[in-house]
């Protein structure tokens, strides 16, 4: 494709770096892009707030009134919104690197219907809420992935095969889901379908300190693992060849992968698309044909707080779930994939 | 049409052909087995009703509770069954037929949603309230959703069945949203939608079911005729033409027949998935790839398949009951997942 990209090299005592450029400059406007969304929708809402007023009280000088709205309503859910999409983006970074296979996200594998029928079983079946839930969608995220693990791997994996069984079991998982809603009481259902859909309205401190503990302790390990991947992509004897560990890395990235998955669908519900189309997004804009997991991270972050924007202001109705815009998004996307792809320019 | 019929006597399959006794036994054993279903779901219900006292409600309707039950409920329940069943069988068969993909049926493939979103998008936003007002925006929804999968997935120079069932998962996707933002809004929209949305028979109105069925009898006529011409169509485009038969108009009628027996289907009783994979998957296992015939047991398999869910869904947690969508799903899911692990996914 492109001739060779210009790189820079960073060694030191123990350890060696090489950044591509561009990819660095994405990396860093995206991050600046997805902070400007999230002030963005830190000053707007029911009672606009100035952005200088939002600076001054973030950085503490702020009056009470401010302080109240900027950190009580509409700060938690700006931080879940960002902690939300990079956990997302990087999983997906990770899952389609290591499926090779661009549709190899955790929304298509299954993984987030999965955690979807755990939270649903602790709400509308146990009863309760909050961390309760967020500990049933990662126990039904794991569960799953195991299963999908078993079903998908037993005898060589194959691209395709892994996205098709993850539609099956999904399918499986959906029939739980609206069977477990249309049991239940109609507020019940409601708040449920509201939770299915993928929603960060509402989200507290409580969320932020989940979804950003996960994201501060598994995003450096996929980082550091992640440098095996473009290794693995060259298949496992390559792999092996050049010393790479090949079981661990992939054993401790899929992990890590299904981790931030179920954390993010913990905190914010089943948010469709985004980790499927933040990789590739990425990739375009850094020119580089594998993902960076960092950009792809940025990317989640960019889109899903832009996602959250135009849930807010663009659509009718206040309380909009930011799942209606990606899922909206995703499909568009993916379409576009397909004619793309269609086109015989693969 | 009737020119391009009486050219094509050849057989398509090069393999040994079944014996046709085969076929006829498989064939009976269908049919019995139908018999035996529909009986099961005029006997059996959470309210038991001892066999005899059906059996006499069932010819002299008295107006006693049984008899209400029986004639009031479970028939038409019954009836609809049957007609979804044969409905998404046949479906299934067709899409099948027309995609050459073994993983093509009306619920993965997005068409039953097609036609979910467009009733959703009636009701919210048009105010439609009738079930005959209902069916024509489900028609039309599934229409579109099921030619756009078709071009999407399948126009292109290399159709795969993986394409096609992410076609229609990306359509899923953006039809789903639809519906989410729409339901979000109404709350009121979003009850009726939670019950229908399951896939089930219970509490659908026998007005709803009159209604509907003369457009799936039409549409169950018009699959059936197509045996001789999917036969062709199987060979590819260039092979059926020289035979004299027209591959467009072939599939301008099958996505009509799709068009009207998922629409109608999909009216009736919700979304319901698998089955239409399922039927033709049975029925190819017994019959080979004659699809007179793989269509003739889809009549029969369907109905049987999707009345024994819905009994099953009646009889496992009694005295509530599961909707038969839930149980076909749990059935057939597994089916997919086995499917799809075999080392090659043959096209058709």
Redesign the interface.
Known sequence: MSTVTKRIVLRGAGFSLRLHPRAVVVGVVLVLAALGVALVNLTTGDFPVPVGDVLRSLAGRGDAGTDFIVYELRLPRVLVTLLVGAALGASGSVFQSLTRNPLGSPDFVGLTAGAATGALVVMLILGGGGLRVSAGAVLGCVITAVTIYLLAFRRGSQPFRLVLLGIGVSALLEAANSYLIYRSQLNEALAAQVWLIGSVNGRGWTEVVIVGVTLGVLLPLVVYYGRHLKMLALGDEMAVLHGVPVERSRAILALAAVGLAAGATATAGPIAFVALAAPPLAARLSRSPSTGILPAAAMGAALLTAGDWAAQHVLPGNDMPVGVITAALGGVYLTWLLFRERGGTR | MIQATAVLTAPPDTRPRRSSKRRWIGFAAGLVALAVVVALSIAVGSRTIGLSTVWHVLWHEDGSPASVIVHQLRLPRTLLGVGVGAALGLAGTVMQALTRNP?AEP??LGVSLGASTAVVLAIAFLGVSTATGYVWFAFAGAAITSAAVFI??G????PTP??Q???G??????????V??V???R?EA??RY??W??G?FSDRETATILQVMPFLAVGIVLASLLGRQLNALSMGDESATSLGARPVRIRVLGILAVTLLCGGATAASGPI??LGLAVPYAARLIVGSDHRWILAYSVVLGPALLLAADVLGRVLVAP?E??V??VT??LG??L??AL??R?RLSVL
């Open positions: 993983l619920g993965l999407l997935g126009g292109g120079r290399h993986e394409r069932v992410l076609a998962v990306s359509f899923t996707s953006v039809l789903g949203a639809i989410w933002a339901l979000v809004l709350r979003f009850d939670r019950h949305d399951v089930s998935f698998f509530a599961l909707p969508g839930v799903a749990f899911a597994p997919f997942i799809c692990r080392r």
